[in-house]
């Protein structure tokens, strides 16, 4: 994080310790690091599994210690730690699903996607722990799981999976949703929320206008459905054009357009920093480290009712689809009090169903819990009326268009005169990003810019994107990261402070441990930023599903072909096909077993999101939403110091 230089109050002494699988402490250990939180840091990380750090001060205010406990299954008899890996968390938890829904079949994301959500959300279970402790609300240890941030990462399609069933919207066409191809050789994303600028735009390329209606439908909805089909007919179009030319038309058209970039193109532009939020301080601190618009800790809470670290205090969002919304629900996990800032008739979203109860499914999964009061922020009246709200707030986020917050008066340092000790963040698509932010930043648009695509997809495959919405989940985590790094400051300092975050820079932290091996050169089973995997890399058909086996090493290979009566001979390729068509008469839970009982990591892929809800080994980690509806709970675990009853952040 770009940080400008303060004034940090004495504290004593604080001390975090993270232990878990080795790129979700990794990710926890780069950005607890790059929070500034640790003026100075001591890293222990034997193995990559543990990470420990120390901040001592002589003085201060007593000692503050937590520890961040990672695991691959957390509560979830799944199966030996041992034996987890990144692969076997996404079948599991059905992002191997979500992923290959498009294509009919589980497949496997080739970004270590559970893994960094994991360490974004131990970084951010230890970060909470601190403010709680600066609070009078201390807790020691912080648990999260790397099968949990996968749950997250999957939330809504469980949410909309398990509400009552309803006919799915017809197919838009029958060829694939987007990237387009272009005449010379490039892929393009679009990207429009009206659907008057989705027709022009394709009325000037000569597409039928009959088919229009229907395929914007499925292209609306593919990011709640995580399918999209269009009519052929528009692939066609687009491949008729040269890459110039469909900027130029979408330019006339006011349509976005991105070309889907890859890894050469985006390390020009890469830098470290590029995954970071950035944070300004908004006002000037007082020698008594308080502000006399900042409530006490006496008012924030009651230190003896017990805990979670952010009880007491209150976020104001005013905000909207998953990026904002999650960020909020996040905190509201820890914690905090959140109140929504709805327009007038209430966000749209509401009444996008499957419904949840009264609610739409996608809105009550990010929503669920806060409180909610309609504002007209475009008039007088209504932006009086937040400033009002925000006067008593710790934390207030939007994600308004660029340009909206200053033509409302509603800037960081305009809220700052109401409330000194708001931490302000602001989270966006583009960011800073020069020329990009003119178009519409979203989710698709943010995963070509950004070269996920190459990332996600083996050798030899196009680097098209994933329904997942992989960067929009990400963004919410690092909204929710951000509000904590500003309350952090915030208890050291007595001072508010302002936080950017965007999509951009959640696709940059989402891949940094992989662009920065390939700017070092030093790639493992990636080649050119792309992963370098196998047939037994991938999921593989068993005789009534999905199984994924996750071997990594001759010894294993040996011992899984021998349990499935298949001689591992040195035509590796032979063998490897047998084995395919061995699995492929097995029950797919019987490959599972075998697997593990020779010490191989395997899994039946989730294929059906109602059935992983309702699992008896995974129940418990869901929560009800409308009466109706399941949605993964909170990802965290809080055990407070002895004598104190432990917490999760179920609402």
């Not at 979830?76 to 829904?101: D, F, K, W």
Request: charged content about 20%.
């Amino acid at each position: 994080m770009s940080v400008a230089a303060g004034v940090v109050a004495p504290l004593g002494s604080v001390e975090a310790t993270v232990s878990g699988p080795p790129l979700a402490v990794q990710t926890c250990a780069r950005r607890l690091a790059a929070l500034g939180a640790w003026p100075e840091l001591s890293l222990t990380a034997p193995g990559g599994r543990e990470l420990t750090m120390r901040w001592r001060q002589n003085g201060g205010n007593g000692h503050t210690e937590v520890r961040g406990r990672l695991s691959w299954y957390g509560p979830a008899p799944l199966g030996p730690e041992a034996l987890a890996t990144e692969a076997i968390i996404q079948a599991r938890c059905g992002l191997m699903e979500v992923h290959g829904r498009e294509q009919g079949k589980p497949r496997r994301i080739g970004l270590e996607a559970a893994s960094v959500a994991a360490g974004l959300l131990a970084a951010q279970g230890v970060l909470a722990g601190l403010i709680g402790g600066l609070r009078g609300r201390p807790v020691n240890d912080a648990h999260t799981s790397v099968l949990q941030a996968g749950l997250v990462l999957a939330s809504h399609h469980v949410a909309i999976a398990t509400c009552p069933s309803e006919p799915r919207p017809a197919g838009g066409g029958d060829g694939p949703g987007p990237p387009f191809p272009t005449a010379d050789g490039r892929w393009v994303e679009l990207e429009t929320l009206d659907p008057e600028r989705w027709r022009s735009f394709w009325v000037e390329l000569g597409a039928n206008a009959g088919d229009l209606g229907r395929a914007w439908t499925s292209f609306r909805r593919r990011y709640e459905r995580a399918v999209c089909s269009l009519p052929t007919g528009l692939h066609d179009a687009t491949a008729r054009r040269s890459l110039a030319d469909l900027v130029a038309a979408a330019g006339r058209a006011g349509v976005s357009l991105v070309p889907v970039r890859g890894y050469p193109e985006v390390l020009v532009e890469w830098t470290p920093s590029s995954a970071w939020p950035i944070a300004t301080p908004t006002s000037t601190p007082l020698e008594t480290g308080r502000h006399p618009g900042m409530k006490s800790n006496a008012e924030h809470h009651d230190p003896g009712s017990g805990p979670l670290p952010l009880e007491g205090l209150r976020v104001v969002e005013a905000t909207n689809r998953i990026q904002g919304p999650l960020g909020g629900q996040l905190l509201r996990m820890l914690g905090a009090e959140v109140v929504l800032v709805e327009p007038p008739g209430g966000d749209p979203a509401r009444i996008v169903g499957p419904y949840a109860g009264e609610t739409g499914a996608f809105f009550g999964c990010f929503n669920r819990g806060k409180a909610s009061v309609q504002l007209d922020l475009s008039s007088t009246a209504g932006r009086a009326a937040l400033l009002d709200l925000v006067a008593d707030t710790d934390v207030f986020i939007h994600n308004w268009r660029p340009g909206k917050a200053a033509a409302w008066g509603l800037e960081a340092d305009d809220l700052a005169q109401c409330n000194p000790g708001l931490v302000y963040v602001e989270a966006s698509g583009w960011g800073s990003v020069p020329k990009r932010c003119q178009l519409v930043g979203t989710e698709f648009m943010v995963q070509a810019y950004a070269g996920i695509g190459g990332a996600l997809n083996p050798e030899g495959t196009l680097p098209f994107p994933s329904r997942v919405l992989l960067v929009d989940y990400l963004a919410g985590f690092l909204v929710c990261e951000a509000a904590l790094a500003g309350l952090y400051r915030r208890e050291r300092g007595g001072r508010g402070w302002r936080v950017h975050t965007s999509l951009l820079t959640a696709a940059m932290a989402f891949q940094a441990h992989v662009l920065e091996d390939l700017a070092a050169g030093q790639e493992q089973r990636r080649r050119g930023g792309r992963p370098v995997w196998d047939v037994l890399d991938q999921p593989l058909a068993a005789a009534d599903g999905t199984v994924v086996v996750d071997i990594d090493d001759e010894i294993g290979y040996a011992r899984l072909c021998r349990a499935l009566d298949v001689d591992p001979g040195p035509d590796r390729a032979s063998s490897d096909k047998r084995l395919v068509e061995r699995i492929a008469t097995r029950r797919a839970q019987d490959v599972e077993e075998l697997a593990l009982a020779v010490g191989v990591p395997g899994a039946v892929a989730s294929t059906n999101l109602v059935e992983l809800a309702t699992d008896p080994r995974l129940s418990h980690l869901f929560e009800r939403i409308g009466g109706t509806c399941l949605v993964p709970a909170s990802p965290w675990r809080f055990e407070p110091p002895a004598g104190r009853p432990a917490q999760d952040g179920r609402g």
